[in-house]
C-alpha cells in the first residue's frame, strides 16, 4: 500500500517543477513512510510513498518498463490478489519478471493489454501509467472504491494524488468551498456525492472507471459496473457459491511479506474472516494467526443494550479467540485518548469524518502498526449481504436511510447557510440522482425493485463513506486494511441474489450466516448483527460538551456563520446519554453531531478554507 501524485501538462515545461511534485509526494509520507521515489520530465511529474508489503527489494516505484518501443511509468497504490495467475499469463505472452511484486505485474499487464488490463485486475487500487511516446497517462481505480485517487483538471494539465492534502499542495489549487461543497458538509456530511471532492475543482476518479488524458483533454470511462439479472441458483447452490467466494477471498488476501494480523469484533464477519485466517496458518504455515480488537474504558460498566447494539463485543471477542486458538491482544481506549484523535482524524481525512467513529479507528491503527503492517477486516459484508436495519425495518421517508433525521442537522444550522444551500432540495436532489443510476432487471417484482434500489445506495453511497473512513484511519498510521468481503467477485454475485434468500431464516445476513457453516461456534453464527464498538462512558459526552461550549464562545471560531450558536449551546447543555438523535448510521447520535461540529471548525481552520 503507498500513496502516489502526479502533475501532467502537455505545454508548460515540468521538468524545473520538481519542488512541486517533492511537496505533493511528502504530504503522503504517513501512506508510505519506507520509501520515497520520484519520476520528472518535461511533460510528467509522478511521485510515489512506499509502504512495503511485498517484495522488499524488487518492488520499488517509479516503476518503469520498455515494451514494443514504447517506455511505460507507473506509480501505484493497491494490492493484487491474483498476481500470480497474471503472472503465469504475462509469462506465456513472453515477459520476464525482476521480482516477484505485485507492482512489475501490473505495469506488465498495462503494457501488454493497454487500458483493459484493468477488467483482469483481482484486487483493490489506484494508479496511473505515463507512456512516454505517447504522452498520455492513464488512470484506474479499482470496481468497488477501496482505494481513493482526486484530480483536478488545470488548463493544459491533469494533477492527480492519492488524497486531497496532496493536491493543496499543488499552487494551483486551493482549498476553496462553495455552495454546493457547503452542501456536502452540512447536509451530507461525513458521506460524499460520489465524484465529489468537496473543494471546488477537485474531483473524484469514481470506483469502477478509469481516465485517459493526453493533448486533446481527458476521456473517462466506466470499465466496470454491477449488471442485473435473473438469479438462477437454487438456494443450497447459492450457498454453496458463497461459501466458496468468501473462502478464495480471503485466501488471496492472506499473502503478504511483513506481520499480517485480522482484527476482530467477536461478530459474524470478522470471525469468520479469522476462522479462515487461522486454519491457513495453523494447517500450511504451522504458525497461530494473530487478532486484535478494540475496546474503551469502563464500557463493561457502562454499556447498555440498544436495538442497534444489542451486546457488548468483549465477551464474543474472548470466546471466538479461544476457540480458533489465535495469539490475541486487545487494545483499551480511555476518553481523553478519544477526544483528543478527534482532529488528527479530520488530518487524516482532509475532511470531517465520523468523529469517534474514525479517531478510534485511528488510534486502534496506530495501535496495530506496532506488531503489524497488514491487517484484514469484516468492512462490507452488512452492505453486499443486508445486514443493517434499514434492510428489514420499514424507511421512515424515501432518502437515504442512515440520513433519516435532517432535521436534527437542520436545527443547528444557521438561518443564512439554510438558505443558501437549501438542505432538504439538496439531499433529495442526490438522493434521486442516485436512485436514477440503479441498474433495472425488467423480471424484478416492485418488492425486488425497492430491494435493488436499497442495496445500491448502500453499495455506492454509504459504503465508501466506511471505506473512507478505513483506508485514511489506517493508512495515516501506515497500516494496510483489507477488505475480502469487498471483492468484486463476492459483490457481483450477491447483487442479483434475491432477498428472500439473503433474508434466510429471517435473520440479517441469513445466507452469509448459512454459507459460513462449520467455521464458527453456531452461537457466534447466529449472533445479532452489532456495529463497530463505541465508548458508552458519560464522560465522553461530558468533554464534547466542554469543547463545543469552548468554541462558542470563541469569537474568532469560523464555523460560527455556518451554525446557530443557541441551537447548539442548548443541545451540548442539554444532553444525556439518552438524547436520541441518530442522524447518521447508526453510531452518530447528538455526542458526535457536536463532534462533527468541533471537527468542522478545525478542519475550516486548519486547511484555511476559503469559502466563496
Given at each position: 500500500?503507498?500513496?502516489?501524485?502526479?502533475?501532467?501538462?502537455?505545454?508548460?515545461?515540468?521538468?524545473?517543477?520538481?519542488?512541486?511534485?517533492?511537496?505533493?509526494?511528502?504530504a503522503?509520507?504517513?501512506?508510505?513512510?519506507?520509501?520515497?521515489?520520484?519520476?520528472?520530465?518535461?511533460?510528467?511529474?509522478?511521485?510515489?510513498?512506499?509502504?512495503?508489503?511485498?517484495d522488499?527489494?524488487?518492488?520499488?516505484?517509479?516503476?518503469?518498463?520498455?515494451?514494443?518501443?514504447?517506455?511505460?511509468?507507473?506509480?501505484?497504490?493497491?494490492?493484487?490478489?491474483?498476481?500470480?495467475?497474471?503472472r503465469a499469463?504475462?509469462?506465456d505472452?513472453?515477459?520476464?519478471?525482476?521480482?516477484?511484486?505485485?507492482?512489475?505485474?501490473?505495469?506488465?499487464?498495462?503494457?501488454?493489454?493497454?487500458?483493459?488490463?484493468?477488467?483482469k485486475?483481482?484486487?483493490?487500487?489506484?494508479?496511473?501509467?505515463?507512456?512516454?511516446?505517447?504522452?498520455?497517462a492513464?488512470?484506474?481505480?479499482?470496481?468497488?472504491?477501496?482505494?481513493?485517487?482526486?484530480f483536478?483538471?488545470?488548463?493544459?494539465?491533469?494533477?492527480?494524488?492519492?488524497?486531497?492534502?496532496?493536491?493543496?499542495?499543488?499552487?494551483?489549487?486551493?482549498?476553496?468551498l462553495?455552495?454546493?461543497?457547503l452542501?456536502?458538509?452540512?447536509?451530507?456530511?461525513?458521506a460524499?456525492?460520489?465524484?465529489?471532492?468537496?473543494?471546488?475543482?477537485?474531483?473524484?476518479?469514481?470506483?469502477?472507471?478509469?481516465?485517459?488524458?493526453?493533448?486533446?483533454?481527458?476521456?473517462?470511462?466506466?470499465?466496470?459496473?454491477?449488471?442485473?439479472?435473473?438469479?438462477?441458483?437454487?438456494?443450497?447452490?447459492?450457498?454453496?457459491?458463497?461459501?466458496?467466494?468468501?473462502?478464495?477471498?480471503?485466501?488471496?488476501?492472506?499473502?503478504?511479506?511483513?506481520?499480517?494480523c485480522?482484527?476482530?469484533?467477536?461478530?459474524?464477519?470478522?470471525?469468520?474472516?479469522?476462522?479462515?485466517?487461522?486454519?491457513?496458518?495453523?494447517?500450511?504455515?504451522?504458525?497461530?494467526?494473530?487478532?486484535?480488537?478494540?475496546?474503551?474504558?469502563?464500557?463493561?460498566?457502562?454499556?447498555?443494550?440498544?436495538?442497534?447494539?444489542?451486546?457488548?463485543?468483549?465477551?464474543?471477542?474472548?470466546?471466538?479467540?479461544?476457540?480458533?486458538?489465535?495469539?490475541h491482544?486487545?487494545?483499551?481506549?480511555?476518553?481523553?485518548?478519544?477526544?483528543?484523535?478527534?482532529?488528527?482524524?479530520?488530518?487524516?481525512?482532509?475532511?470531517?469524518?465520523?468523529?469517534?467513529?474514525?479517531?478510534?479507528?485511528?488510534?486502534?491503527?496506530?495501535?496495530?502498526?506496532?506488531?503489524?503492517?497488514?491487517?484484514?477486516?469484516?468492512?462490507?459484508?452488512?452492505?453486499?449481504?443486508?445486514?443493517?436495519?434499514?434492510?428489514y425495518?420499514?424507511?421512515?421517508?424515501?432518502?437515504?436511510?442512515?440520513?433519516?433525521?435532517?432535521?436534527?442537522r437542520?436545527?443547528?444550522?444557521?438561518?443564512?447557510?439554510?438558505?443558501?444551500?437549501?438542505?432538504?432540495?439538496?439531499?433529495?436532489?442526490?438522493?434521486?440522482?442516485?436512485?436514477?443510476?440503479?441498474?433495472?432487471?425488467?423480471?424484478?417484482?416492485?418488492?425486488?425493485?425497492?430491494?435493488?434500489?436499497?442495496?445500491?445506495?448502500?453499495?455506492?453511497?454509504?459504503?465508501?463513506?466506511?471505506?473512507?473512513?478505513?483506508?485514511?484511519?489506517?493508512?495515516?498510521?501506515?497500516?494496510?486494511?483489507?477488505?475480502?468481503?469487498?471483492?468484486?467477485?463476492?459483490?457481483?454475485?450477491?447483487?442479483?441474489?434475491?432477498?428472500?434468500?439473503?433474508?434466510?431464516?429471517?435473520?440479517?445476513?441469513?445466507?452469509?450466516?448459512?454459507?459460513?457453516?462449520?467455521?464458527?461456534?453456531?452461537?457466534?453464527l447466529?449472533?445479532?448483527?452489532?456495529?463497530?464498538?463505541?465508548?458508552?462512558?458519560?464522560?465522553?459526552?461530558?468533554?464534547?460538551?466542554?469543547?463545543?461550549?469552548?468554541?462558542l464562545?470563541?469569537?474568532?471560531?469560523?464555523?460560527?456563520?455556518?451554525?446557530?450558536?443557541?441551537?447548539?449551546?442548548?443541545?451540548?447543555?442539554?444532553?444525556?446519554?439518552?438524547?436520541?438523535?441518530?442522524?447518521?448510521?447508526?453510531?452518530?447520535?447528538?455526542?458526535?453531531?457536536?463532534?462533527?461540529?468541533?471537527?468542522?471548525?478545525?478542519?475550516?481552520?486548519?486547511?484555511?478554507?476559503?469559502?466563496?
Amino acid at each position: 500500500m503507498c500513496g502516489i501524485a502526479g502533475w501532467i501538462d502537455h505545454k508548460r515545461n515540468l521538468a524545473d517543477k520538481s519542488s512541486v511534485i517533492e511537496a505533493m509526494t511528502r504530504a503522503l509520507s504517513r501512506r508510505g513512510p519506507d520509501a520515497e521515489g520520484l519520476w520528472v520530465s518535461r511533460q510528467a511529474l509522478l511521485g510515489h510513498r512506499r509502504l512495503v508489503v511485498v517484495d522488499p527489494e524488487g518492488g520499488g516505484q517509479p516503476m518503469s518498463l520498455s515494451w514494443g518501443g514504447t517506455t511505460y511509468i507507473l506509480v501505484y497504490n493497491g494490492e493484487l490478489y491474483n498476481t500470480e495467475d497474471l503472472r503465469a499469463e504475462l509469462l506465456d505472452l513472453g515477459h520476464t519478471f525482476r521480482g516477484w511484486s505485485d507492482t512489475e505485474v501490473l505495469l506488465h499487464a498495462y503494457a501488454e493489454w493497454g487500458r483493459d488490463c484493468v477488467k483482469k485486475l483481482n484486487g483493490i487500487f489506484a494508479f496511473a501509467v505515463w507512456d512516454q511516446e505517447k504522452h498520455q497517462a492513464f488512470l484506474a481505480r479499482d470496481r468497488i472504491g477501496v482505494k481513493p485517487l482526486f484530480f483536478a483538471r488545470r488548463d493544459d494539465g491533469l494533477v492527480f494524488a492519492s488524497e486531497i492534502k496532496a493536491l493543496l499542495k499543488h499552487p494551483d489549487i486551493a482549498p476553496r468551498l462553495g455552495p454546493e461543497g457547503l452542501a456536502e458538509i452540512f447536509a451530507l456530511g461525513p458521506a460524499r456525492t460520489p465524484g465529489h471532492g468537496v473543494f471546488e475543482g477537485i474531483e473524484e476518479l469514481r470506483p469502477g472507471r478509469a481516465m485517459l488524458f493526453d493533448g486533446s483533454g481527458t476521456e473517462e470511462w466506466a470499465y466496470w459496473s454491477l449488471e442485473s439479472r435473473v438469479h438462477e441458483d437454487d438456494f443450497n447452490t447459492t450457498v454453496m457459491n458463497v461459501r466458496d467466494l468468501v473462502l478464495d477471498a480471503v485466501r488471496r488476501q492472506l499473502v503478504s511479506d511483513v506481520p499480517l494480523c485480522v482484527l476482530l469484533s467477536g461478530g459474524l464477519d470478522s470471525s469468520a474472516i479469522a476462522a479462515i485466517a487461522a486454519h491457513v496458518y495453523q494447517h500450511e504455515r504451522n504458525e497461530r494467526i494473530r487478532t486484535f480488537s478494540i475496546d474503551y474504558v469502563d464500557n463493561d460498566r457502562h454499556f447498555r443494550a440498544s436495538g442497534f447494539q444489542p451486546n457488548a463485543d468483549a465477551p464474543w471477542v474472548a470466546a471466538v479467540s479461544d476457540y480458533l486458538g489465535t495469539r490475541h491482544e486487545n487494545c483499551l481506549l480511555d476518553t481523553p485518548e478519544l477526544t483528543g484523535a478527534l482532529f488528527p482524524a479530520v488530518r487524516a481525512r482532509d475532511l470531517p469524518g465520523m468523529t469517534d467513529v474514525d479517531s478510534s479507528l485511528l488510534l486502534f491503527s496506530a495501535w496495530v502498526k506496532r506488531q503489524a503492517t497488514v491487517g484484514l477486516s469484516g468492512e462490507c459484508a452488512d452492505e453486499v449481504f443486508g445486514g443493517y436495519p434499514w434492510f428489514y425495518r420499514p424507511a421512515e421517508a424515501r432518502t437515504f436511510p442512515w440520513s433519516q433525521r435532517l432535521d436534527a442537522r437542520i436545527k443547528v444550522l444557521s438561518p443564512e447557510l439554510n438558505d443558501l444551500i437549501k438542505p432538504r432540495e439538496y439531499v433529495a436532489r442526490r438522493y434521486e440522482e442516485a436512485v436514477a443510476e440503479v441498474p433495472r432487471c425488467p423480471e424484478d417484482s416492485p418488492e425486488d425493485e425497492k430491494m435493488r434500489e436499497l442495496f445500491y445506495l448502500n453499495l455506492t453511497r454509504w459504503m465508501p463513506t466506511l471505506l473512507d473512513r478505513k483506508d485514511r484511519m489506517s493508512m495515516y498510521t501506515g497500516l494496510e486494511l483489507r477488505v475480502p468481503y469487498c471483492d468484486h467477485r463476492i459483490v457481483e454475485y450477491a447483487w442479483n441474489i434475491p432477498w428472500e434468500m439473503k433474508y434466510y431464516n429471517k435473520r440479517e445476513k441469513g445466507l452469509l450466516r448459512k454459507a459460513l457453516t462449520g467455521l464458527l461456534p453456531e452461537a457466534v453464527l447466529w449472533r445479532k448483527k452489532s456495529p463497530y464498538p463505541k465508548t458508552h462512558n458519560p464522560n465522553y459526552i461530558d468533554a464534547l460538551r466542554a469543547l463545543t461550549l469552548r468554541m462558542l464562545d470563541d469569537t474568532t471560531a469560523p464555523i460560527r456563520p455556518f451554525i446557530d450558536a443557541n441551537a447548539v449551546r442548548t443541545l451540548a447543555e442539554t444532553m444525556t446519554r439518552d438524547t436520541d438523535i441518530p442522524w447518521f448510521g447508526q453510531l452518530m447520535n447528538a455526542p458526535q453531531l457536536l463532534a462533527y461540529l468541533l471537527q468542522v471548525d478545525y478542519w475550516l481552520r486548519a486547511y484555511k478554507v476559503e469559502v466563496e
